[in-house]
């Protein structure tokens, strides 16, 4: 065959020595180390132009001659793309590519290039056209064949697509790509378990190679998800490339991460935080590692070692709101008001667009007891942020904690309007709870009952709603033995709560049964951390009807001491014993 040294004609596009000097270095390893981006050549030699380019390099010459005259034209071709590339022509590039694969067909890093530049233009033909060619040689490899099954598969050719997969995978065994888009084809036409047999020959692969296990690993977990048939076999399998991954004691920080995210996706804190734990010491400065343990210790429960993770970040990364908004959220989950309140008003100032955070700083100045702070918050959302149901639900919640339970009333139903349109899912029994709530203190008691039925329809078994719910009838005095009933079944869940015993006690009294009132009220009482005026004024009324005079007179004068009322005053002073009477 005729040779020359290389030699490159004129072409159709402008480009500089430095183009050429990048072709050679895909052929051949050289670099474009130094030429003047307005220079040009025409019909000059590319020889000429590298030893321009190369003075620091040695002496001796690069070996860029007797080349073919099928790889000049594909060096030619190629920087004829390249040249079209950078002046924004990806039409003409793409076809010059296309001359360059199809003019050296041997030169796999061409090709490939070429077959993925169409792929991403969803041009599969093309890229069927120079993979073939590519595969036609004797010493076509499996990277080859894996792009051309994908590209067989984009044109929807499943066939052909297929049997390219199983010749990759034929002559490289060890590469995932061909496994996972055979099985995908597989699962494509419905044939879960081909798809299945697939990553399990991948599985039994003889490999020391840890990070092929752990794709493989996480490639199955995922098949498991979206084959219910096969789940059972393919997570049996994927934990097993997780285990046999581990028992090669990777000591790459990149694969020890992967390996420590298996076992986060299995539910595995344990071993993931000793993994995570042990990166963050020796290689301290890997991003993300206090994020995952962070993660790891809200997911089984240990919220100070949680925030401790999240104070260090906050540390090392003092202006990124994110981290102040998880400690907040910690904070405020923790029932400590105050300091969540802080957290997410730094993470406000950094990130004034993080609208989540200011409905948990409203949050947190409710838990606070200042729900004109949290109104103020509310408002500012109003003016920066789009209508949505949060904003709105917890405007009602702090209108109603003003006792301004008309606009309370107002807001709830627009955050139950806003949720039917386009999230549905937020109108759960807690809302109906929360809306019921505010219903009954506007006075408006046959809404709030419907709302709480509601409640109890999506969540029988609600012992807030149960209680809320029977008190307010008991209290109205109507529908008394359902309340009771509801009642009961509050204090069946929380045998130990004060407040529904009230509730069951003050039952009883409106049906007449001071005694079984008494047995009752007499619980809530000696299960209240902290002495309760509403509870001692229920005794005093129960004493009362009981004729106990003196136990009634105790019991109020124990109320009024811990909070002043009038009506408990007049209650004492119409127990006051008449001039010359007795005092019983």
């Known amino acids: 065959m005729r040779t020359s040294l290389v030699y490159l004609s004129p072409m159709r596009a402008r480009f500089n020595p430095c183009l050429v000097l990048l072709v050679l270095a895909i052929y051949a390893g050289a670099g474009c180390r130094s030429a003047s981006p307005s220079s040009k050549t025409t019909g000059k030699s590319v020889g000429t132009a590298a030893a321009r380019a190369s003075k620091p390099l040695p002496a001796k010459p690069p070996k860029l001659v007797a080349l073919s005259e099928q790889s000049i034209r594909a060096h030619a071709h190629y920087a004829a793309g390249l040249a079209h590339d950078l002046s924004n022509q990806p039409e003409l590039a793409l076809e010059e590519f296309r001359q360059s694969a199809l003019s050296d067909p041997s030169h796999e890093r061409v090709v490939l290039e070429t077959a993925s530049r169409f792929l991403r233009a969803k041009k599969p033909d093309k890229a069927i056209e120079v993979l073939n060619k590519a595969a036609s040689l004797?010493?076509?490899?499996?990277?080859?064949?894996?792009?051309?099954?994908?590209?067989?598969?984009?044109?929807?050719?499943?066939?052909?697509?297929?049997?390219?997969?199983?010749?990759?995978?034929?002559?490289?065994?060890?590469?995932?790509?061909?496994?996972?888009?055979?099985?995908?084809?597989?699962?494509?036409?419905?044939?879960?378990?081909?798809?299945?047999?697939?990553?399990?020959?991948?599985?039994?692969?003889?490999?020391?190679?840890?990070?092929?296990?752990?794709?493989?690993s996480e490639l199955l977990f995922r098949f498991a998800r979206s084959s219910p048939s096969m789940s059972e076999a393919a997570r049996t399998r994927s934990k097993a490339m997780l285990e046999r991954a581990s028992a090669l004691k990777p000591g790459d920080p990149l694969i020890l991460q992967k390996l420590a995210e298996g076992y986060l996706l299995y539910g595995d804190l344990n071993r993931a935080e000793e993994i995570y734990a042990q990166l963050l010491k020796d290689f301290p400065d890997i991003p993300m590692l206090r994020a995952k343990l962070a993660e790891i210790y809200v997911r089984n429960g240990r919220k100070e070692k949680a925030a401790e993770q999240l104070e260090a970040i906050a540390k090392e990364q003092p202006t990124n709101p994110q981290t102040h908004f998880f400690i907040g959220s910690l904070a405020l989950e923790d029932k400590q008001p105050e300091k969540a309140a802080e957290a997410f008003e730094r993470a406000i100032l950094l990130a004034p667009d993080l609208e989540p955070a200011y409905y948990e700083l409203a949050a947190a100045r409710l838990s606070l007891r200042k729900p004109q702070e949290a109104l103020a918050i509310l408002e500012k959302a109003r003016t920066r942020f789009k209508l949505n149901f949060v904003l709105e639900f917890y405007s009602g919640m702090t209108h109603s904690a003003l006792k301004q339970y008309a606009d309370a009333v107002k807001h709830m139903v627009s955050a139950e309007l806003l949720a039917k349109a386009s999230e549905p899912s937020r109108l759960n029994h807690f809302f109906y709870f929360q809306l019921g709530a505010v219903y009954e203190r506007h006075g408006d008691f046959a809404e709030s009952e419907k709302h709480f039925r509601k409640c109890l329809e999506l969540s029988p078994k609600f012992a807030e709603a149960l209680n809320y719910l029977g008190y307010m009838w008991v209290d109205n005095g109507v529908k008394l033995e359902e309340a009771k009933?509801?009642?009961?079944?509050?204090?069946?869940?929380?045998?130990?709560?004060?407040?529904?015993?009230?509730?069951?006690?003050?039952?009883?009294?409106?049906?007449?049964?001071?005694?079984?009132?008494?047995?009752?009220?007499?619980?809530?009482?000696?299960?209240?951390?902290?002495?309760?005026?509403?509870?001692?004024?229920?005794?005093?009324?129960?004493?009362?009807?009981?004729?106990?005079?003196?136990?009634?007179?105790?019991?109020?004068?124990?109320?009024?001491?811990?909070?002043?009322?009038?009506?408990?005053?007049?209650?004492?002073?119409?127990?006051?014993?008449?001039?010359?009477?007795?005092?019983?």
């Open 138 to 216: 004797p010493k076509a490899t499996g990277s080859i064949y894996a792009w051309l099954g994908l590209a067989y598969a984009q044109a929807d050719k499943k066939d052909a697509a297929i049997k390219a997969n199983k010749a990759a995978i034929k002559k490289l065994p060890q590469s995932l790509a061909a496994y996972q888009n055979l099985a995908q084809l597989y699962l494509q036409n419905k044939r879960t378990n081909d798809a299945f047999q697939v990553l399990d020959s991948a599985a039994r692969q003889a490999t020391r190679n840890a990070g092929f296990l752990l794709d493989l």
């Open 485 to 584: 009933g509801l009642i009961e079944k509050a204090v069946e869940l929380e045998p130990k709560n004060a407040a529904f015993l009230d509730s069951l006690a003050w039952a009883f009294f409106k049906l007449k049964q001071p005694k079984e009132a008494l047995v009752w009220m007499l619980k809530a009482i000696e299960n209240t951390e902290e002495p309760d005026a509403t509870l001692y004024d229920h005794l005093g009324d129960i004493y009362a009807d009981l004729q106990r005079t003196d136990d009634a007179r105790d019991a109020w004068r124990k109320s009024l001491k811990i909070e002043a009322s009038d009506k408990i005053k007049d209650k004492l002073d119409n127990l006051a014993p008449k001039a010359g009477g007795s005092a019983r």
